[in-house]
């Protein structure tokens, strides 16, 4: 069946350093890849999506690539932020969307 | 715009006694929904889906059922809660199959189990 694996965390990181959040998923499909984002006490947000493949997304200075032939869609930032605290979900959405499949998330704790 | 409410914001309930979540979306007409589960610290678990007034399907069970009794409205329930039902419920919400397919979620509800 299809699933995503992410890094696991906690990450912590000092202000100005840079994040990557590796990402891999395994599916038959032609999946749309997303990122979440999720503050303590919060539902997910939409960080960005990428729907085809050797395309790019981003947001806010994140941004990922969706890579079909290596099945990975891993997160980067160059110099994270205090308020990008929070935690990270890659996800994927099947050709039916009616079945959504989200990694185990990456807590990410910047450090002023 | 839309706009997804859920209900309670928080619970804490006793073992064995039932439970009823609800979500009401406001703004899309026909949207898909779904219920998510979360464990404290825990993934993203979807329960349930539905793409129409009266029909859902089960992903995961764990003792849950849902209903969908008006296109904008969603609930989930239990006749019998467990301990391990504790955790965050998220009810979100898609475009319908085959346009735009981001999922949108609502601001969750707390529920502890003692």
């Known amino acids: 069946g299809d699933s995503v694996t992410q890094t696991e965390g906690p990450v912590t990181l000092s202000e100005g350093t840079s994040l990557t959040v590796n990402c891999s998923y395994e599916t038959k499909q032609y999946p749309t890849l997303f990122w979440y984002v999720q503050y303590p006490g919060e539902g997910p947000q939409l960080l960005f999506k990428v729907p085809k493949a050797n395309e790019k997304g981003s947001n806010r200075g994140f941004e990922a690539t969706y890579n079909k032939e290596a099945t990975s869609f891993h997160l980067q930032k160059a110099s994270v932020q205090e308020s990008d605290s929070a935690v990270y979900y890659c996800a994927l959405g099947d050709t039916g969307y009616q079945n959504f499949y989200f990694g185990k998330g990456t807590s990410l704790t910047v450090i002023p | 715009a839309q706009t997804i409410h859920q209900w309670p914001v928080a619970e804490i309930k006793a073992v064995g006694s039932p439970l009823s979540l609800g979500c009401t979306i406001k703004g899309k007409s026909s949207p898909n929904l779904y219920w998510y589960w979360q464990a404290t610290g825990g993934t993203l678990q979807q329960l349930f889906y539905?793409?129409?007034?009266?029909?859902v399907e089960s992903v995961v069970q764990l003792n849950l059922s849902a209903s969908r009794p008006k296109d904008d409205q969603f609930i989930l329930s239990t006749e019998k809660l467990l301990l391990s039902h504790s955790g965050f419920y998220l009810c979100a919400w898609s475009l319908p199959w085959g346009d735009a397919e981001t999922l949108y979620f609502g601001s969750g509800t707390r529920l502890t189990v003692l």
């Open positions: 539905s793409i129409t007034v009266g029909q």
